[in-house]
């Protein structure tokens, strides 16, 4: 929240900035670009919430007063973009912007192909989800979900709050080389900015069983891009989480600029079903949006033993 309204204040201190000090361009472009800058800002947060540390968090709040003149030129604001496709593409975010060099030179990137993980007692995951107000956004890159707040986990003595969830398509972890249909980003936040996300795999199903959390979301799908639509019916996490609570745990980072480490990853294994007409909803809007699979550079991989059991 706060740094939502840091953003905002500085921008708009940007705003009245590139006015005074460009009179002679037309006001539309520079606003234009400056509404556009916020949208990037604001989805960017989308995969990374408020960005992992409280340290990286803070310089992106901090600094776009010096590169926004800049950014009012077009040709600089549609660096702030990137994609799946093209000159956006993957191996190009680092060098779409000096904040995304993670992307290309980090060593614990996701995401990963899971496999030879170490089979251990892993704690359970303490769910604490509830029936929360909700409001969906297309951001340009995903369809993400903004959850009112209550919602969070807690793992290893530490509560994280449930920030948003989103999707890719296709899922953009792999387990032993699997790749599925889609995925779900749940994306948590704990109290120092440590963000820990739960990704919830999911594949087809029977066609006469729609998953209903997902049934929600689509329902409430908004008409335009970068404007989120507050749902009028509530939404219940628990919904989304497969009977079997077994999964994987790695350290890795962001799949979408720009690329923070440090993000504790719980990948649960067992998958969850959709229709095929609900995949196909997804598809229409976002064909494409998996980042590829990143070197696992000897990271340890952590899966529950057996089969975990355990209701909600
Ligand atoms: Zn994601």
Redo the contacts with the bound molecule.
Sequence with gaps: MKKRVTIAACLLALAAQAQAQEPKEPPKEPVEALRQRLAERLSTK??GAATATAKSTAKPAAKPAPPAKAEAHKGEAKAAHWGYAGDLSPEHWAELAPDNKLCAVGTRQSPIDIREGIAVELEKISFDYRASNFSVLDNGH?VQVNVAPGNGLTVMGRRYELVQF???RPS?ERVNGKQFDM?A?L?HKDEQGRLA?VAVLLERGPDNKPQPLVQAVWANLPLEKGEALPAQVQIDLNQLLPADRGYFTYMGS???PPCTEGVLWMVMRQPVALTAQQLGIFARLYPMNARPLQAGSGRLIKESLGSASGGP
């Design positions: 989308g995969e995903t989103h999707f890719h953009e995925v980003h994306v996300v962001l799949t979408t």
